[in-house]
DNA sequence: AGACGTGCTGCAATCGCTTTCATGGCGCCT
DNA sequence: AGGCGCCATGAAAGCGATTGCAGCACGTCT
């Protein structure tokens, strides 16, 4: 039923190699030829098999996606980027959700990587071992939002975010600052987490209450949000979005004023953080871009096996691709309460 | 590199005959026979190529979802559950974000239609012109979101979403409701709208007053939100959860308490509905459920050209799935503020 | 004029797997 | 004991595209 590449081919008078030839490599066929078999082939609605052309080039064209939660914005958004990004260049994406499990992104990676010709990973769960075993798969491999050696990555500067939010505090006389912290194991949050130090230790008197590991949802700031009361911060930084809405979300079911009282900080700048009064000071991170870059990287520079051993034997990281990222502020926060009392 | 099936045979001393046999069909070789060439082939860590498989078969193993827009938390759901329920089927899942745009739609069901044993095609923006089209491919093609001669779907009850909302509102003593409608041309806000005329209809006094259509985002709820106010309405019913959320983000700003002055209801019950103060009454619907269902409404039902026709000529339909949704009375809502004065 | 290079084209092999068909061996029935 | 049929197996034919190689025709250089 499908029109085949013979079929063009007969219908035009020529041999299947020619007609390939006309449509795949046009400088090896005679003009007046080459344009008569792509009309044919366009008349006749020709679409090439890509199982056929798979078989013998080697290559898919399509690239995998594995992202932790589809559901979560953050990740939407790099999807969406990644999305557009292959589109243009004629790639689909295989999109799968790990459900926030190693194991099952590991898996995933497994299964659905021998069927593409590279796989975005976004914010592994997977441990580094598992991260080495992926890498030693012939795919090309791109990590977003975590570095590993050997392995190529697009990543944000997380810790400068963490710095321009800090500094934005201390400027409003913010001196106890909380930290609720991402998932146990999540590289981005380690990074934060070392950035946010390094900004309070460079900003005399600042110091940092951290709150521990918080899943990384609406509930999860809920849950801490207390604590930050409770440790007499005048100021909270979260993880993601999220979590700074579920913290403001528990602050004024409580009576605790944002920011009069409490200033709060997200990451991320995901659609929601204006969705909520106050609006949410928060870190933009380029989403769509991350997902174009990450593409881009994977195609451009990733082409099987992108690690290498440098003459010294130490495994070659391709440089990171690092993104910039901005602090939007908005009405969630302010000048610090005067301290303790008044 | 990568291990064949011709590996497995030969290291198995059978025919690869026997060897694609002892995997795909196992009744067919004998017991001890089609162990031993399972057992070489887990060793040798065999993956079958799915391209040469899908050459001869014509089955990829792979389920094509088109999307409006992967940032809308009501495809994110979707997206998530026809993801897992792919999975579990041990399909993949393609997916195309058509930008709200339905002639990238079209183009991208006939793209990726090619490359894929079904789509599933969501709340689909396409006319129903296009639609015919579509259909008329040999690729099985289910709806969600939407309903069309001869297409399979899977839908929810819109109207009676609308009803049980209007009902609420009645009870509290809302008797003048607007609507924000969702895009021009949405099929699923034709069947809202004409539930929630006949749901006004049954209850006695009460009016409807249609604020137009609206984008079904954040800001266009923003946009309409004056309107609310201007039409003297009580309560305004939402196309869906973003829009409510801009409406009440605007009526909050500009001093109109929520629910004591108007009511808002949502629909879709989106992770953000509990995000703010007060928390969204909304409609629930099982937006997991729906992209599970689909697939398997997919992989069921749909196998190669759904539509028959009847012996009277009439093109058959097969049975939309419809699931039920309900409603959530969170804090949005309230009894009615006394009319007029006071 | 002959040799050689260049530019197009077609033949045929090939990618890895599935599936039809033929074959050989064995058990069972009469 | 012979014949029939069934079961398990292997040989081989593709699926639809790409591509190395060879061949042909023509133009050019010597």
Redesign the pocket.
């Known amino acids: 039923m499908p029109v085949?590449?013979?079929d063009v081919a007969r219908e035009a008078g020529?041999?299947?190699?020619?007609a390939?030839?006309a449509?795949?490599a046009p400088e090896?066929?005679?003009p007046a030829?080459r344009e008569h078999v792509r009309k044919v082939a366009a008349q006749l609605g020709y679409r090439?098999?890509r199982a056929?052309?798979e078989?013998?080039?080697g290559r898919t064209g399509n690239l995998c996606l594995v992202v932790p939660d589809l559901e979560n914005p953050f990740f939407a958004a790099v999807a969406k980027g990644v999305q557009a990004r292959a589109r243009a260049l004629g790639l689909a994406v295989v999109v799968a959700d790990s459900e926030e499990d190693g194991h099952l992104e590991t898996e995933l990676v497994g299964r659905l990587g021998a069927q593409v010709d590279g796989v975005v990973l976004c914010s592994p769960r997977m441990t580094d071992e598992a991260l080495d075993e992926a890498l030693a798969r012939d795919v090309p491999l791109l990590l977003v939002n975590r570095e590993h050696p050997g392995a190529a990555s697009v990543v944000i500067d997380n810790a400068d975010g963490v710095r321009q939010a800090v500094a934005h505090l201390h400027a409003l006389g913010h001196r106890r600052i909380a930290y609720a912290g991402g998932p146990a194991g999540s590289w981005s949050d380690a990074r934060r987490r070392e950035g946010l130090h390094r900004a309070a230790a460079s900003l005399p008197g600042t110091e940092v209450v951290e709150l521990g590991h918080v899943a990384p949802v609406f509930d999860g700031g809920v849950s801490v949000a207390d604590l930050v009361v409770a440790n007499a911060a005048t100021a909270v930084l979260a993880h993601n979005d999220l979590v700074a809405l579920g913290i403001l979300h528990r602050l004024v079911a409580r009576g605790v004023r944002v920011p009069d009282d409490v200033s709060v900080v997200g990451y991320d700048d995901s659609p929601a953080a204006t969705l909520v009064a106050p609006a949410l000071t928060t870190v933009r991170v380029p989403l769509a871009r991350l997902g174009r870059d990450a593409v881009d990287a994977l195609v451009n520079h990733a082409p099987r096996a992108a690690r290498r051993r440098t003459a010294s034997g130490e495994t070659e990281s391709p440089a990171p691709v690092r993104l910039s990222v901005e602090l939007v502020v908005r009405d969630s926060t302010g000048v610090a309460a005067t301290a303790g009392d008044a």
Do not use: D, E, K, M
Request: cysteine-free; charged content about 15%; hydrophobic content about 45%.
């Open positions: 085949t590449l013979q020529v041999s299947p190699a020619t390939s030839r449509l795949n090896l066929v005679a030829r090439p098999n056929a052309r078989l013998i080039t």
